[in-house]
């Protein structure tokens, strides 16, 4: 394609936009102005799309553009924000759909075209149809999996992996062929069919909890697959924007898994979840015994303490407690405690998830505090009140070889002189082990579903 001088520029100003963009939402402060500048380089680079002369039916972009902004625009206001996951899995599938319908076009129009395919389009189109295929698949399964619409259990069978190597080389000679002997129809949807075949087997056998580190993983796919689109348009911003998404969510994906402590083959291929998780109950376990508080004891605690902090996990985003949260820190700082918030880097099942939460709470981003900055406080504050957090808590990730927590960094809530813990029950989180924590002799335990612990600690501590 035959771009002019002027969109080039336009190009150049619309992805230095997006880097600029992408560089301002690394903190909360200027994440918001960092979200406008990337959708005004977005808006530069559609529009100058629009102004090239090979767009032969603007009628037909249009229905497009108002068919997907209505849709954007809805999901943006009624979807919540514990179901953000599934929705950024869905629109990364869409990515991938559309690389994939680019490449399928740029194919069958090759094929009707006398001098036909060249080596680097017939390249370009295959890898994209890979790509595009395996995110499109790959990501419904995983919107599935959130959803409830799909087993969220790891789905395994023997020699599994080795199955998924059986594909991917059948794919690799298809891909060859298409390459070497392009244009063969039979083929190229036999192509389509196996990729996308092979991105259904590579999530499946991941459990529901790890997908938010797949669907990161995909959006770099997604990234991927556009890049590739851009190669087979031969447009510069595809591929500069396209090469942007796929190494931000990479490097997303990295942070995750190092954050977790795993391995990314491990999040892949270790069917993380199959095993049987155990349940406890409240009281008496085997040796172990729990101080279980009622809201007077807590209220207690924490109208004497001079430092509080505030450690939040899935239970606050399930019980949407953010807000009575936000509440109570507000009371204790008017009776003069020193409130903060631990912020660990996994807590939730999405990246940023608390700092999302609380900021909707609207508490102020110099609270919040990352794992790093904070640990060294816990031994200095007089109460740590866990809520709805249990594996980003548990001191066994620190000594236990055996526990799948085994290396991950936690948040030293046991060094805090007294803990209170909010839960409704003994049950594990999402590692399935058991936490020490909940046994030890300063911690108490409140189980009560996370708002209702909140709202039931507000009624005793206004009458302090
Ligand atoms: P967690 O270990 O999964 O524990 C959450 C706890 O919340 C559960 O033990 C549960 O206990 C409690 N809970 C659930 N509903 C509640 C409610 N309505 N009220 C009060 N409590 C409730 O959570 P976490 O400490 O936040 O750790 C996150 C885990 O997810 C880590 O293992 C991390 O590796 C993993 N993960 C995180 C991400 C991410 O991006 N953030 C992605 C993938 C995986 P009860 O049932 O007894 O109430």
Known sequence: ?????????????????????????????????????????????????????????????????????????????????????????????????????????????????????????????????????????????????????????????????????????????????LIVSPGNVPVFIALIAVSLVLGVLLVIPIGGADMPVVISLLNSYSGLAGCAAGFVLGNMFLIISGALVGAAGFILTRIMCKAMNRSLGNVMFGAFGAVVQTTGTAGEEGEKVVREATPEDVTTLLGYAKSVIFVPGYGMATSQAQHHVA??????????????????????????????????????????????????????TDVAVVIGANDVTNPSARNMTDSPLYGMPILNVDKAKSVVVIKRSLSPGFAGVDNPLFYMEKTMMFFRDGKQAIIEILDEIKNL
Request: glycine share 10%.
């Open 327 to 380: 509440e109570l820190a507000t009371l204790l700082e008017q009776r003069g405690t020193d409130v903060k918030y631990a912020i660990h880097p996994v807590a939730g099942r999405m990246p940023g998830h608390m700092n999302v939460l609380l900021a909707e709470a609207n508490v102020p981003y110099d609270k919040l505090y990352d794992l790093d900055d904070i640990n060294a406080d816990f031994e200095r």
């Open 1 to 177: 394609m035959d771009i002019p001088v002027y969109s080039l520029v336009a190009y150049l100003v619309a992805a230095v936009l997006f880097i600029i963009g992408l560089m301002r939402m690394s903190t909360p402060k200027t994440a918001r102005g960092g979200n406008v500048l990337a959708a005004t380089g977005m808006l530069i680079a559609i529009v100058i799309t629009l102004l090239l002369k090979e767009v032969l039916n603007y009628t037909m972009i249009l229905v497009g553009i108002a068919i997907g902004g209505i849709i954007g625009g809805v999901a943006a206001r009624t979807v919540k924000m514990t179901a953000m996951p599934q929705m950024v899995g869905i629109y990364n599938g869409f990515g991938g759909g559309g690389s994939l319908l680019i490449a399928a076009a740029e194919f069958f129009r090759y094929a009707n075209l006398t001098e036909g395919f060249t080596v680097q389009n017939s390249i370009t189109i295959v890898i994209t149809i890979l790509i595009g295929c395996v995110t499109f698949s790959g990501s419904m399964i995983a919107f599935g999996k959130l959803q409830g619409l799909v087993k969220s259990r790891p789905v395994t069978y023997p020699m599994q992996n080795i199955w998924n190597l059986v594909i991917f080389i059948a794919i690799l000679a298809m891909m060859i062929y």
